[in-house]
């Protein structure tokens, strides 16, 4: 309040004035000016705005990053500050329903994915099953990521959680990808990845199947951080009246979101679809040997 009076003109003498706010002369003239915002503030605001209402759920970390993608050479701890005063900085709670049921007969597959780290696309896949809530009820989704960049490369949205919800997710990721023979399919333990249809599948593609330990999420880390981004960036902003609304959004996420603009501190804050490309581009620029 005192602040705010001295920053205006002073009707009074100046030494009255300190006088009646009962402040120093030394102080008065130390204070720090007001200043008006710069057009650079406004047009960092603004930029800092714009990141926010595409991706509502970045943090100052990412947007910081954005921002140098777009051309400002800013500091993390100014986003930071403006992100505070602006109220940027998005909080939301974590919500959680169990999909995996791994009591069942099927055989379990030992875990291939606790030492092997892929260093190329399809090498490895990452599979797991989150729920998705609607008025009255729930659906769910089945993804698999490729576990070297992130990408989702199959999805599938059912008001079913059977074996036809992971079969339909995984006959996309063959479709986009046909992947060699070799490939590890990394999931839990549930009846979905366990039973006989899903397993005949994976072997007719060549694929291993590897599943983690009973209840041990850490496991399958890179699939559990894509429903995290998902449910914080899409999900829990938005209310779905129906089955198709949700398909829709979803579908707008994972595709134009997610996989071609989101940035991935994993990646080197890259979206996955760039980081493929540049992966491809480093491997074609490696010299061919010519084997005689």
Known sequence: MITACLHAEPALPTSRLC?????????????????????????????????????????????????????????????????????????LKKRFVATTDSDHAHRVYPNL???????????????????????????????ILDAFSRLCVGWHLSEEIDTQLTLAALEKAIVLRNPPAGLIHHSDRGVQYASGDYIKRLE?????????????????????????????????????????????????FIEEVYNQKRLHSSLGYLPPVEFEAMQNTNTAMLPIRIYV
């Not at 930029?47 to 777009?70: C, K, M, N, S």
């Not at 399958?220 to 914080?232: G, H, I």
Request: hydrophobic share 40%; with cysteine; glycine share 4%.
């Open 113 to 143: 994915m606790k030492t092997f780290v892929p260093v190329e696309c399809n090498q490895a896949w990452v599979a797991d099953i989150t729920y998705i809530r609607l008025p009255g009820s729930f659906c769910f989704l089945a993804a």
């Open 204 to 252: 007719q593609i060549g694929a291993l199947p590897s599943m983690s330990r009973v209840g041990n999420p850490y496991d399958n880390a890179k699939a559990e951080s894509f429903f995290k981004t998902l449910k914080r960036e899409e999900v829990y902003l938005n209310d779905y009246p129906t089955m198709a609304e949700a398909q829709a959004n979803i579908a707008r």
């Open 19 to 91: 006088e009646v706010m009962d402040v120093s002369r030394s102080w008065y003239y130390a204070r720090p000016a007001a200043q008006a915002p710069t057009e650079e503030d406004i047009r960092l605001r603004d930029a800092i705005e714009r990141i926010i209402l595409e991706q509502p759920g970045y943090g100052y970390r990412r947007v910081t990053h954005q921002l140098g993608r777009d051309g400002w050479a800013i500091n993390h701890k100014r986003v930071l500050r403006i992100m505070r005063k602006e109220s940027l900085l998005c909080r």
